[in-house]
C-alpha cells in the first residue's frame, strides 16, 4: 500500500489529478452572479485563491473572515489523454454549504452538505481534451442556524468557544478519469471469530452481461486469500476466508489496534472476459469493537480510552490541514502524548486524517458539526449529511464509535420535547443501520437518549470533586440518574433509563485549564504558572483514573484554538509541557 496523496485512500487508482492550487475567486455578497451569468463569464472573478484553503484562512491567500455568504471559483483544467470512451470525474471533499458547479459554461451539478463529498460525471460536457473552465458557486449563511455548522462562528468575530468560519471549498478537489463500468463504493468488514472479510461493493452502473471481479488480500509479499465473484448486478456483498486467522495463537498479528496498527492490502480487478476494465487498490484492518459488561471492547478484550478532544483547527489555513504531513504529524503527536484515541469534535474529518490514524494506529470517536436550531429541515439536512459521512467513513479500522449528536445542539429542549427525543433516538438507529458494527453514542456528554456508550462532560477544576461524583459505585449510580455537573439529565426516556447499567461510562470531556500566558486566555479554568499548569493536570488526570467505574476519558483539548486556549498545546503545535512529562500525566506512568 503507498502512502501516497490520494484524496480518497480506500479506493485508489493511478489515473487522477489534484485540481488544487490557484483558482480565480469572487465575493458575491449581493447574491448577483446567478442573474449576472458569472458561470459563463469570467469578468467578475477579480483575485485569486489558493484551493483548498477556505477563503477566511491566511493560507488561501485572502485572509477575509468578514460575512460573505455567497462566493464563486473558476479554474482551467486540461483532461490528460486516456483511450477513447473513458469518463472524466470531478470529486470534491468538501464545499461548505450548498455547492453548484458548471463546466464549459453548463451545469453539471449540485450539492448540499458543507462536510460531505459528492462527485459528478463531467464527460458529457467536455469537447476534446481541453482547456475547459471549472466553476463553482458556494452558498453559505453564517445566520442560518438549520444548517449543521458544528463551531464556525455567526457572529462576525470569534467567541467563546466558536472560531471562524470555512465559507466554500475546505477540502480537496480532483480530477479522475475510469472506465465507463468501474468499481464506484467500496466497503469493508471483519469477523475474527468466523476468520473471515466481507466487501461490499457498488459498480457505476447495472451490467448488461456479468462481469468477473478478482481480489486479492495480502500483507507485503504474504498473500492471505484470493477470490472471484460473478457480478450480475449493479452491487454485491463477497466474503472471503482468511486462513491465517484461524489460528487463535498466531492471529494477532492480522488484528488492527494502536499497538499493532496492521493493515490488509487488497488489490480488486474488474474483468469483461479475459479484459480487465478497471483495476483499484483498497487496503482495511481486522479488528472488532463493542461494548460488555460495562466495557468498551477491542478485539473481544477491554480497552481503556485514553482519548483527546481533536477541533482539527489549524492557525494559518482554519479547519484544512496545512498539508498532508501535518495530518501525519498530528496523530503522531497525540499517540506521543500517550493518547489512544482522539474524539474529532463538531467536524467531519479529512479521509486522509483517517488514513494516517488507521496506519499509525489512533481509535478514532467520529462526529459532525450540529445545527442550532431543531425544524424540520434542520432534521433533513443533518441527516442527509451524517448518513453520507457514515457510508464515507464506515471502513476505516480507526473508527471505533459513532458520534451523531454532541451536547444536544441542535435539540436543546430533547429532555422534555418528544419530537426531539424521536430525532436523537432516529439518528441513532440509523447509524447502527448504516453500520451495525461499532457503538453508538446519541448525545456526547448528556441527556442519552439511545446511547451504547453513557458519556459525562464534566470540568470541575477539583480532582475530589470528581472522585465524590464518579469514584464509587454508588455515586456513579447516582450521577447517571440524576443531573449533571450541568444541570442536565444524563439519560431521557424509557430505553436510556432501563439500560444504562450494562453500558461502560467515560468522561468524555473534562479538563480546559487554560494558562494565562495566552493572549486572550478562555478556558474553563486559567492558571498562572507552568508549576500550577502541571499540578491541575496531574490531579485531574489521576482523579479520573481512581474511578473504578469510569472506562475511558477525553480531556479537552489538543490544542489551542483563537481564544479558547485551554489545550495541551499552542495553536502551532508546540508542547506547553515537555512531551515526556505530558504523557506521564495522561497515561499515569513514570516521565520519561
Same mark, same amino acid.
Given at each position: ?24 475567486? =469572487? ?58 470512451? +473513458? ?36 464527460? #458529457?460536457? %467536455? ?9 463553482? +458557486? ?54 475474527? #471469530?468466523?476468520?473471515?472479510? /466481507? ?51 498466531? /492471529? ?28 483499484? =487498490? ?27 478532544? #481533536? ?25 506521543? %502524548? ?62 471505533? =464509535? ?29 447509524? /447502527?443501520?448504516?453500520?451495525?458494527? +461499532? ?26 470533586e470528581l472522585l465524590a461524583r464518579y469514584g464509587t459505585a454508588e455515586a456513579l449510580a447516582a450521577a %447517571? ?92 503545535? #508546540? ?18
Amino acid at each position: 500500500m503507498q502512502d501516497g496523496s490520494h484524496p480518497r485512500p480506500q479506493l485508489l487508482r493511478g489515473d487522477w489529478t489534484s485540481l488544487d492550487g490557484e483558482w480565480r475567486f =469572487a465575493y458575491d455578497d449581493a447574491d448577483e452572479g446567478l442573474r449576472r451569468r458569472w458561470h459563463a463569464d469570467d469578468a467578475a472573478f477579480d483575485r485569486s485563491i489558493r484551493v483548498p484553503f477556505p477563503p477566511e484562512s491566511p493560507a488561501s491567500g485572502i485572509g477575509d473572515t468578514g460575512h460573505h455568504p455567497v462566493v464563486w471559483y473558476r479554474r482551467s483544467f486540461d483532461v490528460a489523454a486516456a483511450p477513447a470512451g +473513458r469518463r472524466c470525474l470531478i470529486h470534491f471533499g468538501a464545499v461548505d454549504h450548498e455547492a453548484a458547479v458548471w463546466v464549459d459554461g453548463q451545469l453539471a451539478g449540485r450539492h448540499t452538505g458543507g462536510y460531505s463529498p459528492f462527485t459528478l460525471d463531467v464527460t #458529457e460536457l %467536455l469537447d476534446g481534451p481541453g482547456p475547459h473552465e471549472l466553476v463553482v +458557486r458556494a452558498a453559505d449563511d453564517p445566520r442560518d442556524a438549520e444548517a449543521p455548522r458544528g463551531k464556525q462562528d455567526w457572529l462576525p468575530e470569534p467567541h467563546a468557544i466558536w472560531y471562524h468560519r470555512s465559507t466554500g471549498i475546505w477540502q480537496t478537489v480532483w480530477l479522475e478519469t475510469v472506465a465507463p463500468q468501474h468499481i464506484a463504493a467500496l466497503h469493508w468488514t471483519s469477523d475474527i #471469530e468466523a476468520a473471515t472479510v /466481507r466487501g461490499e461493493l457498488r459498480l457505476a452502473r447495472r451490467p448488461s452481461a456479468p462481469l468477473t471481479l478478482q481480489a486479492e488480500w495480502s500483507l507485503g509479499e504474504e498473500l492471505l486469500a484470493a477470490s472471484t465473484l460473478r457480478l450480475d448486478s449493479d452491487h454485491a456483498a463477497f466474503g472471503v476466508e482468511l486462513p491465517a486467522l484461524r489460528d487463535q495463537h498466531g /492471529r494477532d498479528r492480522l488484528l488492527w489496534s494502536p499497538g499493532n496498527p496492521v493493515l490488509i492490502d487488497v488489490t480488486l480487478r474488474l474483468m469483461r472476459g479475459d479484459d480487465v476494465i478497471d483495476e483499484a =487498490a483498497s487496503y482495511l484492518g481486522i479488528r472488532s469493537t463493542a461494548v460488555d459488561d460495562a466495557s468498551f471492547l477491542l478485539n473481544g478484550y477491554p480497552v481503556y480510552l485514553r482519548a483527546v478532544l #481533536e477541533q482539527g483547527y489549524w492557525p494559518e489555513s482554519h479547519f484544512t490541514a496545512p498539508s498532508d504531513d501535518a495530518r501525519r504529524a498530528e496523530v503522531q503527536l497525540i499517540k506521543d %502524548l500517550g493518547f489512544n484515541a482522539a474524539r474529532i469534535h463538531q467536524k467531519a474529518e479529512d479521509p486522509r486524517f483517517l488514513f494516517w490514524a488507521d496506519r499509525l494506529g489512533l481509535m478514532i470517536w467520529a462526529e459532525t458539526a450540529a445545527a442550532a436550531e431543531f425544524t424540520p429541515r434542520a432534521v433533513r439536512l443533518l441527516t442527509a449529511e451524517w448518513s453520507a459521512l457514515v457510508e464515507r467513513d464506515r471502513s476505516h479500522p480507526c473508527i471505533v =464509535a459513532w458520534v451523531p449528536m454532541n451536547e444536544s445542539w441542535g435539540v436543546g429542549d430533547v429532555a422534555a420535547s418528544r419530537p426531539q427525543q424521536h430525532f436523537v433516538q432516529a439518528m441513532a438507529s440509523l447509524t /447502527r443501520a448504516l453500520d451495525p458494527t +461499532r457503538p453508538v453514542v446519541s448525545n456526547d456528554g448528556w441527556e442519552h437518549v439511545d446511547s451504547d456508550i453513557l458519556t459525562l462532560h464534566d470540568y470541575s477544576s477539583d480532582p475530589e470533586e470528581l472522585l465524590a461524583r464518579y469514584g464509587t459505585a454508588e455515586a456513579l449510580a447516582a450521577a %447517571l440518574a440524576g443531573r449533571g455537573p450541568h444541570g442536565r439529565r444524563i439519560l431521557v426516556g424509557e430505553r436510556a433509563e432501563a439500560t444504562a447499567a450494562a453500558r461502560p461510562v467515560m468522561i468524555s470531556e473534562f479538563g480546559g485549564i487554560a494558562h494565562r500566558s495566552a493572549a486572550g486566555a478562555w478556558g474553563y479554568t486559567v492558571v498562572d504558572s507552568d508549576d500550577e499548569y502541571r499540578q491541575r493536570l496531574e490531579g485531574l488526570f489521576a482523579a479520573i483514573r481512581r474511578c473504578a467505574g469510569i472506562r475511558g476519558f477525553c480531556y479537552t483539548q489538543l490544542s489551542d484554538t483563537l481564544q479558547e486556549s485551554n489545550g495541551l498545546l499552542t495553536g502551532s503545535r #508546540e508542547p506547553k509541557l515537555p512531551v515526556p512529562v505530558l504523557r506521564a500525566i495522561v497515561t499515569g506512568g513514570p516521565s520519561r
